[in-house]
């Protein structure tokens, strides 16, 4: 019997669940999950930054379409409201034809 407790002490003690694995793996992991180190945090701030500058350089990007979007939405407007008021205005159209 004794060696059968034996026998589950040394699996508990091998098993991946036991404090002493987690805390040699918690010592081993230096990444920058880990807020406890400084590089870990100038990596995280400086892709934060990055992140962003990126944000807001596609911000700006999409903003900078949108606006010549618009300005040649403007022009077809522009264009198509000019030539309905010739053709409306045409001295055809006031003899009763078709324009």
Do not use: W
């Amino acid at each position: 019997m004794s060696k059968s407790r034996h026998c589950e002490g040394e699996a508990f003690n091998n098993s991946p669940f036991t404090s002493k694995n987690i805390s040699i793996e918690r010592h081993h992991s230096n990444d920058s999950t880990d807020p406890s180190s400084s590089t870990a945090k100038n990596i995280y701030k400086r892709h934060h930054k990055q992140r962003l500058y990126r944000s807001r350089a596609l911000a700006r990007v999409s903003l900078e379409q949108e606006r010549y979007s618009l300005v040649i939405t403007e022009a077809r407007i522009a264009t198509l409201s000019a030539r309905a008021r010739r053709r409306y205005n045409s001295p055809a159209l006031a003899r009763g034809m078709r324009a």
